[in-house]
């Protein structure tokens, strides 16, 4: 299949042709030609104003719950609804039934994601079962293709084992991600800590639950002098220690959701279950201190945590109301709408260049003769989502029907497009 791209704006740091409009020739899963204008002959064309192109995104936790959880989405879904949203490539987490935590698992992904629109990276677990008692086989899931390491949803709470971990993954420079959550702090809480959590008479997680285990793990990951990703940051104090951590010259990196940078736990006061989340919606300051971190550069990456939520466990009361929303459709345009002043080269940044370097994950620029691994988008064109419109199995989302700025267009991956 050949495809050209029409005066697109190319957004690649990396490229010689980052920053202005070019045709893009697409032949063979290759970017054969970059010009001012071609008018070769071509299978597809997509001719728009306003078009942007990027480099593939790439998402750093998401969940499609297969095996186990296909009633909520499978690997089949799930990667359609990442490429709606504009990724190339995800890392799934590996809270399935059973366990991503051996190498079968991680080549079942590798294998069912072959003929899927995009590449599916399968996180492995760091423990056992995600118990959190044991290591897992690291190593053998790395060799079977496992990206990253974490015990997802169930972050690791041992300070002994965690530091095992790293010490472990320091042998082959592996990375683990982990939730900043100690779970023996509020655990039976349900939104932030604050004047909201007592006003509505909810029992509250406290940012201190973060705060104090992401402090303890960049003091381990200093001892062990490992690589340590840390996604769901939500309080203005534990990027402060990031920041700190990062000065040192620490392998320490950080992501933030889409929804901790939209919402503050003032926007719970309906009981909205789509934002019942973990790590919860914090305070204002808290939400408007994570903008400043995406703007500042603090932030290296966008996580969608992508979780999806059937009927029955979301619309029911709060108190019932599982964790989670989906992410992967609308990351983008919330991101986009929010902080239009981000460059375009610091939105290509956060969804796909900086996640690629910390998790080795192949390099590609927009040049001649390189891999067609692409993102198209504008940052101009509106996005509604209605519930019908999402390709996820789940539509457990605060932001359906919600007018945002931003759209993505579609992705050009494996030698093929894909369009919304």
Same mark, same amino acid.
């Given at each position: 299949?050949?495809?050209?791209?029409?005066?697109?704006?190319?957004?690649?740091?990396?490229?010689p042709?980052?920053?202005?409009?070019?045709?893009?020739?697409?032949?063979?899963?290759k970017?054969?030609?970059?010009?001012?204008?071609?008018?070769?002959?071509?299978?597809? =064309?997509?001719n728009?104003?306003?078009?942007?192109?990027?480099?593939?995104?790439?998402?750093?936790?998401?969940?499609?719950c297969?095996?186990? $959880?296909?009633y909520?989405?499978?690997?089949?879904?799930?990667?359609a609804?990442?490429?709606?949203?504009?990724?190339?490539?995800?890392?799934?987490?590996?809270?399935?039934?059973?366990?991503?935590?051996?190498?079968?698992? =991680?080549e $079942?992904?590798?294998?069912?994601?072959?003929?899927?629109? =995009?590449?599916?990276?399968?996180i492995?677990?760091?423990?056992?079962?995600?118990?959190?008692?044991?290591?897992?086989?690291? $190593?053998?899931?790395?060799?079977?293709?496992?990206?990253?390491?974490?015990?997802?949803?169930?972050?690791?709470?041992?300070?002994?084992?965690?530091l095992k971990?790293?010490q472990?993954?320091?042998?082959?420079?592996g990375?683990?991600?982990?939730?900043?959550?100690?779970?023996?702090?509020?655990?039976?809480?349900?939104?932030?800590?604050?004047?909201?959590?007592?006003?509505?008479?909810?029992?509250?997680?406290?940012?201190?639950?973060?705060?104090?285990?992401?402090k303890?793990?960049?003091?381990?990951?200093?001892?062990?002098?490992?690589?340590?990703?840390?996604?769901?940051?939500?309080?203005?104090?534990?990027?402060?220690?990031?920041?700190?951590?990062?000065?040192?010259?620490?392998?320490?990196?950080?992501?933030?959701?889409p929804?901790?940078?939209?919402?503050?736990? &003032?926007d719970?006061?309906?009981?909205?279950t789509?934002?019942?989340?973990?790590?919860?919606?914090?305070?204002?300051?808290?939400?408007?201190?994570?903008r400043?971190?995406?703007?500042?550069?603090?932030?290296?990456?966008?996580?969608?945590?992508?979780?999806?939520?059937?009927?029955?466990?979301?619309?029911?009361?709060? &108190?019932?109301?599982?964790?989670?929303m989906?992410?992967?459709?609308?990351?983008?345009?919330v991101?986009?709408?929010?902080?239009?002043?981000?460059?375009?080269n610091?939105? =290509?940044?956060?969804?796909?260049?900086?996640?690629?370097?910390?998790?080795?994950?192949p390099?590609?620029?927009i040049?001649?003769?390189?891999?067609?691994?692409?993102?198209? $988008?504008?940052?101009?064109?509106?996005?509604?989502?209605?519930?019908?419109?999402?390709?996820?199995?789940?539509?457990?989302?605060?932001?359906?029907d919600?007018?945002?700025?931003?759209?993505?267009?579609?992705?050009?991956?494996?030698?093929?497009?894909?369009?919304?």
């Amino acid at each position: 299949m050949n495809i050209l791209l029409k005066q697109v704006q190319i957004t690649d740091p990396n490229s010689p042709f980052n920053g202005k409009p070019f045709d893009i020739l697409i032949e063979d899963n290759k970017i054969s030609k970059i010009a001012a204008e071609l008018n070769d002959k071509a299978t597809t =064309v997509i001719n728009e104003p306003g078009l942007s192109v990027s480099p593939g995104w790439v998402d750093i936790f998401a969940d499609f719950c297969d095996p186990g $959880y296909e009633y909520k989405e499978t690997l089949e879904s799930g990667a359609a609804a990442a490429a709606a949203g504009g990724y190339t490539r995800v890392f799934t987490l590996p809270n399935t039934q059973p366990v991503t935590d051996h190498k079968s698992l =991680v080549e $079942y992904a590798a294998r069912q994601s072959a003929g899927l629109p =995009v590449h599916i990276h399968p996180i492995g677990a760091i423990t056992r079962k995600a118990e959190g008692k044991d290591l897992a086989e690291m $190593y053998d899931m790395l060799h079977s293709g496992a990206v990253a390491f974490s015990d997802g949803l169930h972050p690791v709470q041992s300070p002994g084992l965690f530091l095992k971990a790293l010490q472990y993954v320091k042998a082959f420079n592996g990375v683990l991600i982990q939730v900043p959550v100690d779970k023996s702090i509020g655990a039976s809480g349900l939104i932030n800590e604050g004047i909201i959590s007592t006003r509505l008479g909810l029992p509250g997680m406290p940012a201190i639950a973060e705060e104090s285990i992401l402090k303890r793990d960049i003091d381990l990951a200093r001892y062990a002098g490992s690589a340590i990703h840390f996604t769901g940051v939500s309080t203005a104090t534990s990027l402060q220690l990031i920041r700190e951590a990062k000065k040192e010259g620490m392998a320490v990196t950080c992501s933030v959701t889409p929804y901790h940078l939209f919402f503050c736990d &003032e926007d719970l006061q309906t009981y909205d279950t789509y934002l019942k989340v973990n790590p919860p919606i914090r305070s204002k300051a808290d939400m408007l201190a994570l903008r400043d971190a995406v703007l500042d550069g603090t932030v290296d990456c966008i996580a969608s945590h992508h979780l999806p939520q059937d009927w029955d466990h979301k619309i029911c009361e709060f &108190e019932y109301a599982s964790f989670g929303m989906t992410g992967l459709e609308t990351a983008f345009a919330v991101v986009n709408h929010l902080l239009e002043q981000l460059s375009s080269n610091r939105i =290509v940044e956060l969804f796909s260049l900086n996640a690629r370097k910390i998790f080795n994950l192949p390099a590609t620029h927009i040049t001649e003769g390189a891999t067609a691994e692409l993102t198209i $988008y504008s940052r101009s064109n509106p996005t509604v989502l209605h519930k019908a419109d999402f390709k996820s199995k789940s539509a457990n989302s605060a932001f359906t029907d919600r007018e945002l700025t931003g759209q993505v267009k579609g992705i050009i991956n494996k030698g093929k497009i894909y369009t919304n």
